[in-house]
C-alpha cells in the first residue's frame, strides 16, 4: 500500500511538497522504511538508452524516467507537463527505447 502511494502520488508533487508528503507518510505509517524497489536491467537499460539518444543519465533525470514508468504502471493514461526544455519529451523517448530494448 506504501508503495502504491508513493508510485500514484509523488511523480504529481513539486519537489518543494516532497518533504510533506513524506512527513504525512511517517505519520500513516510509523516506523516503516520506504520500500527499496529491484527495477533488474530496466536500470540498466535506460543508461543505455541515455546514450543511444544523446541525453546525460543525470540521477534526477533517471528518477523521473523510473516515475514515469511506476505511472504507467497503475494508470491507464497520463500527461507529462513541466516548462519547455525540461525533458518531458527525452523523458517518454528513453523509457521508450529501453523498454523495446528490453523487449517489453
Do not use: W
Not at 38 to 43: A, F, I, S, V
Not at 79 to 103: D, I
Amino acid at each position: 500500500m506504501l508503495r502504491a502511494l508513493r508510485d500514484v502520488n509523488v511523480p504529481k508533487f513539486l519537489k518543494d511538497d516532497l518533504p510533506l508528503f513524506e512527513n504525512i507518510i511517517q505519520d500513516l505509517f510509523p516506523g516503516i522504511s520506504k520500500p527499496v524497489i529491484n527495477y533488474g536491467n530496466l536500470e540498466v537499460q535506460i543508461v543505455k538508452s541515455c546514450a543511444v539518444l544523446k541525453v546525460q543519465p543525470e540521477k534526477p533525470f533517471v528518477e523521473k524516467i523510473i516515475q514515469l514508468y511506476d505511472t504507467t504502471t497503475v494508470r491507464h493514461g497520463l500527461m507529462l507537463v513541466g516548462p519547455t526544455g525540461g525533458g518531458k519529451t527525452a523523458n517518454y523517448r528513453v523509457l521508450a527505447h529501453a523498454q523495446t530494448a528490453l523487449k517489453g
